[in-house]
């Protein structure tokens, strides 16, 4: 059963300690992060639950958000890379090590360009390290499912988010390495759905929807719903940021802390 407008028990929530996040059309509203959800990361951040983003984003954008965010961590490139910033200085860990993700993704970009036609690649694929993103802003749902088969017909992995088709070559994605990022902060298996939740938006977090048992859908995600084998527990009653901003409120009553001023 889906649940509208954040109908949790405090018990179900009161134990999370990490949120992971998508970026676009779930913390951004129209492109922009409004200056509520902004303070919603801090008010998070206050009350001791980590903000972990995960996006299709590039490593700049990445790069960016752990070193001016009060964020924990951030996965980038729909999973092929995890930033965190240690000492001030930016760690970066590739799911197969940045030489061989670089070499795939000249590769994959060669293969993939023939088939764009009017497509066009995205603004910030210069900071890109690992995979691919097409702008698919008014496009229609049939051009870019046929574009995203195409691509799936080389052999390439394909996320199809609000923005973008992020497609690359690897055995990786957003659930993956948030799995990885959970071990490497020593959060048990048998945790996992105690102490973590994650909010999403789009068709690209079905698995991360599957994978964490505090799933949140900000209200944007109702017209691509039914096209989500696995669907959010919970869905805000507000789209984008400011269901974000809910969900925040929400988690942090659960655990007893009030946001700060």
């Known amino acids: 059963m889906i649940f509208r407008g954040l109908a949790p028990l405090p018990e179900q929530l009161q134990g999370v300690r990490y949120l992971f996040t998508d970026i676009d059309d779930t913390l951004t509203t129209g492109g922009r992060l409004l200056p509520e959800t902004y303070q919603a990361l ?3 951040h206050a009350a001791g639950i980590a903000v972990i983003p995960v996006t299709g984003g590039s490593a700049g ?7 001016a965010w009060p964020v924990a961590a951030a996965i980038g490139e729909s999973g092929a890379l995890a930033m965190t910033l240690e000492n001030g200085q930016v ?4 799911w197969d090590g940045e030489a061989v993700q670089a070499e795939r993704q000249a590769q994959h970009l060669h293969m993939v360009e023939p088939l764009l036609q009017d497509f066009v690649l995205a603004r910030d694929q210069r900071f890109r390290l690992a995979d691919l993103a097409i702008d698919i802003t008014g496009r229609s749902r049939h051009d870019v499912d046929a574009l995203a088969d195409r691509i799936r017909a080389l052999g390439a992995r394909v996320a199809i988010s609000s923005i973008h088709i992020n497609s690359w070559i690897g055995n990786y994605d957003k659930q993956t390495m948030s799995e990885r ?7 048990a298996q048998d945790e996992i759905g105690e102490r973590t939740a994650f909010v999403g938006d789009s068709r690209n977090d079905a698995p991360m929807f599957g994978y964490f048992r505090n799933a949140f859908g ?6 691509v719903l039914d096209d989500i084998a696995t669907k959010p527990r919970w869905i805000s ?3 984008a940021g400011l269901g974000f901003v809910d969900i925040a409120r929400t988690m942090i009553a659960a655990r007893g802390a009030a946001p700060t001023a």
């Open 181 to 187: 990022l959970l071990r490497r902060l020593d959060i």
């Open 61 to 67: 954008w990445c790069e960016h958000i752990v070193r």
């Open 91 to 94: 760690e970066m860990d590739f």
């Open 237 to 239: 009653s507000r789209p």
């Open 218 to 223: 900000v209200a944007n995600i109702l017209p």
């Open 42 to 44: 801090w008010d998070l």
